[in-house]
């Protein structure tokens, strides 16, 4: 099928706007015809790159400096030969196993050993995690005696299998929580690390996870807003872009431009973007009515790249219902690209004229973070752990409602230099607060007060 | 133009160490939803929390100019929507105190005169809580030692920010005077009472931690020349 990409529109006829996406067999397209029908994705694109080997802590000195890379030598010095073990629920795909693939050699690299393993389960194991993860995030949940002895049994299963020799052991998230029970027959400082809003959770979940967590030593959460009350030190670490990533690496302009040209962006115009999955809860069809009040004063283009819609049905249907609030505006262009473009997605949130993220219910919102810190003047709501990052007029911008993102592109798009300043801003903020390496200086803090250093409240 | 001749000066008699201090995030008990339970909790919570939201925040957001001061100033603006107490929040000084006692006592004092005044403002619910958190700090070393002026203006320009933040700001708590430990050390080991001076009185809250950083330099080589 030829791509139909770089086809000049007429600029005397409308031109209908460009959805790039994974080209189905007919028959598995929805009945009802989208708007506009889908485009071959560029072949480049279509399979997932060899990932690069990690970066080395010295890597990260052009960007932190080399007093900042100096201090996190110090501190792991304290550390050093410390073992710790890391434990989560999968070891490709999502947020954390990412994070644990950057954290887990830099920690090695800085004398702190660190192992990484993954539990294992069956079909309904899963299926029970998967309900409890929801449920902790606030859904309607009926908890079962058989689904609370599933969830114990695999816990059970993964703990006899593990040993738990480390003087630290961190368990990511809900899954294998239960491990906790292995703490009686170790010597370690156990940790739970929490990804998940715990702010609104389903009281028979998490009442019947309670007693687990309440054995822990310690409890990190995502945000203030995410923990709950315990009697266990709870600690606050953001979540974090590592800097160095294919999402997040310098680019030189000639990549931009050619993954610019390759989906269609015209970067001699402004470029609104907005990154996210095809979700209701990301508003995407907000995003475009923000858009089209905001064209009526200022010229822009629109970018909405994410994923999600071919494996997702609901995904599905909210990027029908998005093709057809863009009806047949070509300066529209929707992306629905597979999971591996990072690459794609950095040269896109790059080329970028200003970035939106109109969520109306987010976890840390990382995709702002990325924005951030690729200096770019940033529009988002204000929901979950997006104030922790935007300060309003000072790092970015926060939004409550359609119009609110409209003014702010207006007002960003005819403003240059003070978007400019909240872009250089927000990407200072990052920098201080959200990278890989100061992630890497808490767990090398974290590791060393449990160790018995005993910190200091204030300056003495 | 007769030139006037200025005294050499002095070796130092003691090495600047330059340390830096790292810190971890523990979030509190202390949650307020209201500015009647912003100021209970002012009231309550530990120094170190008062120390977060006040000394330490300074260091997270170093890169701005103007327009933040402290966290309760913040919240009591994008929260509580009160640009009243957000601005005489914000005009806390935490220079102006050597203990956290004085910093709270200041804090506590703004908002019961603001809620004498503005009682309908008392029991607002805000947009979204405050979360009191609290520091756990770590003070390291750094390879820097300057035991001559042009070596410390040499490391005051490579340490990072942190290490500013922690002579420059912090200092204060640590040596229970209005000073700081670059002022400390120009004054009493090379005897330089007005370059010392000039320094102690650049504005934190108008200049980035690294504009603090370009300006102690800056001064600091004007006494050299």
Redo the contacts between chains.
């Keep these: 099928m030829k791509s139909e990409r770089n086809r000049a529109p007429s600029p005397d006829q409308p031109q209908a706007s460009k959805t790039l996406t994974v080209v189905e067999p007919p028959a598995s397209r929805p009945a009802a015809a989208p708007v506009r029908p889908g485009r071959e994705l560029p072949s480049s694109v279509l399979t997932p790159p060899v990932p690069p080997p990690p970066p080395h802590l010295d890597d990260y000195e052009s960007i932190i400096?080399?007093?900042?890379v100096?201090?996190l030598r110090?501190?792991a010095a304290d550390v050093k030969g410390k073992t710790v073990k890391m434990v989560n629920s999968t070891a490709v795909g999502g947020g954390v196993a990412e994070m644990l693939n950057r954290l887990v050699p830099l920690l090695s690299e800085l004398e702190v050993p660190t192992h990484w393993e993954v539990i294992t389960g069956g079909n309904d194991f899963f299926e029970v995690t998967k309900a409890f993860h929801n449920a902790l995030h606030g859904t309607e949940y009926e908890l079962t005696k058989n689904a609370q002895e599933i969830f114990l049994m695999y816990n059970e299963q993964n703990l006899q299998r593990m040993q738990f020799e480390e003087e630290v052991v961190v368990i990511h998230d809900p899954q294998p929580a239960a491990l906790i029970r292995a703490k009686e027959r170790s010597k370690a400082k156990w940790v739970w690390r929490c990804h998940i809003d715990l702010s609104n959770p389903n009281p028979s979940v998490w009442e019947f996870l309670r007693p687990c967590i309440e054995k822990y030593d310690a409890a990190i959460?995502s945000s203030?807003?995410f923990?709950r009350?315990l009697p266990i030190?709870?600690?606050?670490f953001y979540p974090c872009i590592d800097p160095l990533s294919e999402k997040n690496k310098e680019l030189d302009d000639s990549v931009i431009q050619k993954v610019c040209d390759e989906f269609g962006i015209d970067r001699s115009r402004p470029i609104v973007t907005q990154v996210s999955r095809f979700d209701r809860l990301k508003d995407p069809v907000g995003v475009i009515a923000a858009y089209k009040l905001a064209k009526k004063y200022v010229d822009c283009q629109l970018v909405l790249a994410g994923g999600g819609a071919k494996d997702d049905p609901e995904g599905s249907v909210v990027l029908q219902e998005v093709k057809e609030a863009a009806g047949n505006d070509p300066d529209i262009i929707i992306l629905d690209l597979p999971p591996w473009c990072a690459l794609e997605i950095n040269a896109i949130q790059r080329a970028s004229t200003l970035v939106v993220q109109k969520s109306l219910r987010e976890g840390f919102g990382l995709t702002v973070t990325e924005a951030m810190w690729k200096g770019k003047p940033t529009i988002a709501g204000?929901v979950g752990g997006i104030?922790n990052q935007i300060?309003?007029?000072?790092?970015g911008v926060l939004v409550h409602s359609v119009e609110g993102c409209a003014f702010q592109i207006r007002y960003l798009l005819t403003h240059p230099e003070f978007a400019r300043r909240i872009g250089?801003?927000g990407r200072?903020?990052v920098k201080?607060?959200f990278l890989m390496t100061t992630n890497v200086?808490?767990w090398l803090?974290?590791f060393?007060?449990l160790s018995g250093?005993k910190?200091?409240?204030?300056?003495? | 133009m007769p030139t006037v001749e200025r005294p050499p000066l002095r070796k130092p008699e003691k090495t600047f160490y330059f340390k830096t201090s790292e810190h971890l995030l523990r979030i509190g008990r202390e949650k307020a939803t209201t500015l009647e339970e912003l100021l209970k909790a002012l009231r309550e919570c530990p120094d170190s929390s008062i120390f977060q939201h006040t000394f330490r925040t300074l260091q997270e957001h170093h890169f701005i100019r103007q327009g933040f001061s402290n966290d309760f100033a913040h919240w009591s603006l994008s929260a509580c929507h009160e640009p009243i107490l957000a601005e005489q929040l914000a005009s806390v000084d935490v220079r102006e105190f050597t203990d956290i006692a004085g910093v709270r006592g200041r804090m506590v004092e703004i908002v019961e005169e603001f809620l004498q005044e503005h009682p309908r403002s008392t029991a607002r619910a805000a947009h979204e809580p405050f979360y009191f958190c609290a520091a756990d700090l770590v003070v390291l070393p750094t390879p820097f030692a300057p035991d001559t002026l042009p070596d410390f203006v040499d490391a005051l320009r490579q340490v990072s920010l942190h290490s500013i933040h922690h002579h420059f700001i912090e200092a204060r708590l640590r040596l229970k005077r209005m000073s700081n430990d670059f002022s400390n050390w120009l004054e009493q080991e090379v005897g330089l009472r007005d370059t010392a001076s000039a320094i102690e009185r650049i504005d934190i809250y108008t200049n980035t931690l690294e504009g603090v950083r370009q300006q102690i330099a800056r001064i600091v080589g004007q006494a050299l020349n």
């Design positions: 400096g080399a007093a900042q100096e201090a110090f501190l959460f203030q807003s923990a009350q030190p709870q600690y606050l204000a104030p300060i309003h007029k000072l790092t250089m801003n200072e903020q201080e607060n200086k808490r803090l974290l060393r007060i250093s910190p200091s409240p204030i300056p003495t």
